[in-house]
């Protein structure tokens, strides 16, 4: 059985990009000299990912704006993300806190 592993780097200049990476893996698999099988593609950083999809910018704005409101990157603040009662617990454990 033939095997091959290349590793590709990549930096974005800015927080979240969307790399079309097909031409540097269509390059390695041309370089291995397997012409059938199955390639891995893996990102190897907790917070990179790779996705199989048609690269067109208006699919590049729909995930944009999921992941942004999945996890966004301004702070939110407690009192938007947290019900009423869960805020009323936070600020009277704080209070008891200062009278301790």
Do not use: Q
């Not at 990476?21 to 269509?26: K, L, N």
């Not at 059938?36 to 704006?65: C, K, P, Q, R, W």
């Amino acid at each position: 059985m033939k095997s091959y592993r290349k590793e590709l780097w990549f930096e974005t200049p800015t927080r979240r990009a969307f790399v079309n990476i097909t031409p540097e893996v269509e390059a390695a698999l041309k370089e291995s000299g397997v012409s059938e099988g199955l390639a891995l593609i893996n990102a190897m950083h907790i917070t990179a990912s790779v996705f199989i999809n048609d690269d067109e910018s208006g699919l590049h704005v729909d995930y944009d704006a999921w992941l942004e409101r999945l996890a966004p990157h301004e702070p939110v603040s407690a009192p938007r993300c947290l019900g009423s009662a869960a805020m009323t617990r936070i600020v009277s454990a704080a209070a008891l806190n200062r009278m301790s």
